[in-house]
């Protein structure tokens, strides 16, 4: 199975970015037909880790591997928060993040469009470090190419001219969406072609509380 790691911005801050992607030129450019890859708003998500093909019967593995990064991601967490520290005896709450910014991955046919992150990005550093370490003392296969927190919004690749990508970039580089909490982390399948989807697979909470969930 194919896996990744993520964090979902609340629908809010979903329904922001989308309408931002619209205006954009590969928006003006998927609304006349052309196939620019448009992210669906469904499957917008911040990767964490990326770990790509894992045999169904390590996914124990993972998901244990996976509460133990939460685990000891939390007492770090406090260190970007206001308020009591959390040896005051208060747990630290979600991180606060904003979409914000963005850029261009690749060029010709392998361009990609991404708006970036903003807020308390130290704490989503740990928490991708954490979850990186553990996964390697599990010796579960992972991306450890360094971690840069984005939101991919479409892949144009070549069907759109260079000066229309870079018109988006700057349009995105003053791009702010709303404030939101990070509030839990996101072990995702996902099922490529045409049109990819995406199973939630488990959950484990970034506020008060480290219980894993599943998909009842």
């Known amino acids: 199975m194919r896996l990744f790691v993520a964090v979902y911005p609340p629908p809010e801050a979903l329904d922001d970015i989308a309408a931002q992607a619209h205006r954009l030129r590969v928006g003006e450019v998927a609304a006349t037909g052309v196939n620019v890859r448009l992210a669906p708003r469904s499957s917008l998500h911040v ?30 967490a406090g260190a970007d928060q206001s308020g009591p520290p959390a040896d005051g005896g208060e747990e630290a709450g979600p991180p606060r993040l904003r979409l914000g910014g963005g850029g261009r991955f690749g060029r010709g046919r392998f361009t990609l469009l991404w708006v970036g992150l903003t807020g308390d990005t130290g704490a989503l550093d740990r928490l991708a470090g954490a979850t990186r370490q553990e996964l390697r003392r599990s010796r ?49 399948r996902s099922h490529l072609g045409p049109r990819p989807t995406y199973d939630r697979l488990a959950a484990w909470p970034l506020g008060p509380g480290v219980t894993g969930s599943r998909p009842g």
Do not use: C, K, N, Q
């Open 47 to 76: 990767t964490v880790v990326f770990l790509g093909e894992v045999d169904d019967d390590r996914l124990p593995t993972v998901e244990e591997a996976l509460g133990r990064a939460v685990r000891r991601w939390h007492p770090a």
């Open 140 to 188: 579960i296969p992972h991306d450890r190419r360094p971690f840069r927190p984005h939101l991919t919004l479409a892949r144009p690749g070549d069907r759109v001219d260079r000066e229309s990508v870079e018109e988006d970039v700057r349009t995105l580089d003053g791009y702010l969406g709303p404030s939101w909490p990070a509030t839990e982390m996101v072990l995702v």
